[in-house]
């Protein structure tokens, strides 16, 4: 199996849809609202970007609590479904087709997010800069951003290489994760398998950054850390946390 360096092109599309969200509970979505509310310190009258908002669910939850919220993907597949859910429930949602390192927007909103690993799609470091510092660009002065991110010592004490999900329509899923820990990349193998036998290839290549990393990018870009998360509660991160949430401040 292979896939391309501009794999985000591709990989969100009907399957995705149709099979790989199957894995988010809904009620983690409420959480993760709970917390994008309590870090960014929302109120209502602020204008929030969902970044990489995929089919939705973080926008529309926002929306349903009436904030005001844009979202913004590549994905037109994915966009078409927030639209349609949105449109369902009479939601007042603005999304918006861009690539993440290009936000058209410019000191616009009070807070941005970034959720469900959608940081380090790019091979090049200088493009992967170039999401954080668009981000910047569109915060307001005094802004906040809140990244949800992996943390991988908490991972590898159950890292797995493969594993194999069988869905309820009788579709076979096959990932198989290698982890390059010289190059600190992870790249994932995805075979769908349906029932009568068709097969999709497909997968996707993340680019990991460490804590310091982190920070150092997020500086040059004009924003400050100012606190990093082990869970959506706000408790301390620690190497048993298998997420973080980094919290940074437009300066």
């Not at 919220?69 to 639209?83: F, K, Q």
């Not at 861009?98 to 493009?127: C, H, L, V």
């Not at 510092?133 to 802004?143: D, F, I, S, T």
Request: charged share 30%.
């Amino acid at each position: 199996m292979s896939h391309d360096e501009n794999w985000y092109e591709n990989f969100f599309d009907d399957w995705y849809l149709k099979y790989w969200v199957q894995w988010i509970e809904p009620e983690h979505t409420g959480e993760d609202a709970d917390a994008i509310i309590r870090f960014l310190n929302l109120t209502p009258h602020c204008r929030v970007l969902d970044l990489c908002c995929g089919q939705g669910r973080h926008s529309l939850e926002l929306a349903r609590r009436g904030y005001r919220v844009v979202g913004l993907d590549l994905s037109s597949t994915l966009l078409a479904e927030s639209r349609r859910r949105a449109q369902q429930e009479n939601l007042n949602v603005e999304f918006t087709r861009s690539d993440m390192r290009k936000i058209p927007f410019e000191k616009e909103f009070d807070g941005i997010f970034n959720f469900y690993t959608a940081f380090g799609y790019f091979q090049n470091d200088e493009d992967n800069q170039a999401v954080l510092n668009a981000v910047a660009r569109a915060l307001k002065p005094g802004g906040r951003f809140l990244l949800d991110y992996p943390c991988l010592e908490g991972r590898m004490a159950g890292w797995k290489t493969q594993r194999v999900i069988e869905f309820d329509d009788g579709t076979i899923m096959t990932h198989k994760i290698t982890h390059d820990v010289f190059n600190q990349t992870i790249r994932n193998d995805v075979l769908y398998i349906t029932k009568d036998n068709r097969r999709h290839k497909t997968g996707f290549t993340l680019r990991h950054y460490y804590g310091r990393e982190l920070r150092r990018c997020f500086n040059k870009a004009g924003m400050n850390v100012i606190d990093v998360f082990g869970d959506k509660q706000g408790k301390p991160l620690t190497n048993r946390n298998d997420r973080m949430l980094i919290l940074a401040e437009k300066e």
